[in-house]
């Protein structure tokens, strides 16, 4: 079954507002990543939050994990239309030795 | 210059054929990665590679096949394909370990009529 499994599957909000995006998953991990891909494009890596870590900032990108229930959130402050993208995280489990991603929340910024 | 480059991007074959997907990485990383994202955008592990190591997902139908002439480079071999086999397939690879932050190549997008 998915490790990661993202909420909602789809978002459309207006630039400049933020977008909150949530995954959820079900064993023990060392790491928590987000990734971002637009459309006909490869996985780009936004951030990766390890599991004695509570949140992480990057630029406009927040990230939180609460390893007691299991899910992590990824916040976009101040959206912009180049935000629209699919984005997905990847849990890095602790006993296995690959990643496994969601399938990932589809983000619409209307201009 | 490109960090992670596949070749061909489109690819276009019959059921049966045999094909290959080449992938390059110029980031002197340890670890490469082969993963299928069907048309949900399902993103699927299918192989973890480095010098020591080839990580296989079981789910992979042994028609498909890593070949590594060396640390820079990660093909795919598909036998036989089959109409199922049709996605975009990526390549990644990563520094330290299987679960390090992972760079993509651009995908390539297999059509099997």
């Known amino acids: 079954s998915q490790q990661g499994e993202e909420d909602p599957q789809a978002l459309s909000i207006q630039e400049g507002e933020n977008a909150t995006m949530n995954c959820s998953y079900k064993?023990?991990?060392?790491?928590l990543q987000w990734y971002r891909q637009n459309s006909g494009r490869g996985l780009v890596h936004l951030i990766l939050?390890?599991?004695?870590?509570r949140e992480k900032h990057s630029g406009r990108l927040r990230v939180t994990l609460d390893t007691s229930k299991k899910s992590s959130s990824l916040l976009i402050t101040a959206s912009r239309a180049a935000d629209t993208a699919s984005y997905f995280c990847?849990?890095?489990?602790?006993?296995?030795?690959?990643?496994?991603f969601g399938s990932g929340t589809q983000l619409t910024v209307l201009p | 210059d490109t960090a992670v480059s596949q070749t061909p991007k489109y690819l276009v074959t019959q059921m049966g054929n045999d094909k290959s997907i080449k992938c390059e990485q110029n980031l002197g990383h340890d670890t490469m990665y082969w993963y299928k994202q069907d048309s949900k955008k399902f993103l699927k592990i299918m192989f973890s590679?480095?010098?020591?190591?080839?990580?296989i997902n079981e789910t992979v139908p042994n028609r498909f096949s890593p070949k590594s002439p060396d640390k820079a480079h990660l093909n795919l071999h598909i036998n036989s394909l089959e109409l199922g086999d049709s996605a975009v397939y990526f390549c990644a690879s990563s520094q330290n370990g299987f679960t390090d932050t992972q760079y993509f190549g651009p995908g390539t997008r297999l059509t099997v009529l």
């Open positions: 590679y480095n010098n020591k190591e080839l990580i």
């Open positions: 939050i390890r599991s004695n870590e």
């Open positions: 064993t023990s991990i060392n790491n």
């Open positions: 990847a849990t890095g489990p602790g006993s296995a030795r690959q990643l496994t």
